[in-house]
T-cell receptor, first 113, second 114 residues
Framework: GESVGLHLPTLSVQEGDNSIINCAYSNSASDYFIWYKQESGKGPQFIIDIRSNMDKRQGQRVTVLLNKTVKHLSLQIAATQPGDSAVYFCAESPYSSASKIIFGSGTRLSIRP | DAGVIQSPRHEVTEMGQEVTLRCKPISGHNSLFWYRQTMMRGLELLIYFNNNVPIDDSGMPEDRFSAKMPNASFSTLKIQPSEPRDSAVYFC????????????FGSGTQLSVL
């Protein structure tokens, strides 16, 4: 989910279903990727990360997939719950150098009861 | 651990006034970051410190913005004079190993410049 400007892309998911949030990154030199979750009125919170020597990493109810060929990252949330409602940001960084972490513009996840 | 602590949570000021935002990073973290978040521009890195030394301030928008880190447990971001376009949420984050590792964010300061 990429967007520029005022309107965040929104993903609406039925409670209990799986959610897939997508992110396209731009820098071929990026070798470290992170997903953050931001709830209303709070700061971004780390969810899961992955380095470029991996293509999949699993956490608790979350999985991150990395496709370096097409520079694509996805976050899968299993059995989506109301507490998963938030804006999700992907971020990229060249780990080997002191450079900036670049955040994507975010995707809003909305849960339908 | 209490996490990254920012103050104030909300600041409303008039154009031209000085604004000082404060941050206490997580103990033991050696890198500190200041971000600004707006709807139009998303999350932007303003400056980051490593071991209390400013490493990259290229994101600081203008000379009106300045940041200091006098010790490992405290940092300030100052805007003088403030302008309405500075209205945003300002986040402080810390990291145990510097850029390329996960960041721990504070709850932010919502700044409104009238």
């Amino acid at each position: 989910g990429e967007s520029v400007g005022l309107h965040l892309p929104t993903l609406s998911v039925q409670e209990g279903d799986n959610s897939i949030i997508n992110c396209a990154y731009s820098n071929s030199a990026s070798d470290y990727f992170i997903w953050y979750k931001q709830e209303s009125g709070k700061g971004p919170q780390f969810i899961i990360d992955i380095r470029s020597n991996m293509d999949k990493r699993q956490g608790q109810r979350v999985t991150v997939l990395l496709n370096k060929t097409v520079k694509h990252l996805s976050l899968q949330i299993a059995a989506t719950q109301p507490g998963d409602s938030a804006v999700y940001f992907c971020a990229e960084s060249p780990y080997s150098s002191a450079s900036k972490i670049i955040f994507g513009s975010g995707t809003r996840l909305s849960i339908r009861p | 651990d209490a996490g990254v602590i920012q103050s104030p949570r909300h600041e409303v000021t008039e154009m031209g006034q000085e604004v000082t935002l404060r941050c206490k990073p997580i103990s033991g973290h050696n890198s500190l970051f200041w971000y600004r978040q707006t709807m139009m521009r998303g999350l932007e890195l303003l400056i980051y410190f490593n071991n209390n030394v400013p490493i990259d301030d290229s994101g600081m928008p203008e000379d009106r913005f300045s940041a200091k880190m006098p010790n490992a447990s405290f940092s300030t971001l100052k805007i003088q004079p403030s302008e309405p376009r500075d209205s945003a949420v300002y986040f402080c984050a810390s990291s145990p190993q510097g850029l390329g590792e996960k960041l721990f964010f504070g709850s932010g300061t919502q700044l409104s410049v009238l």
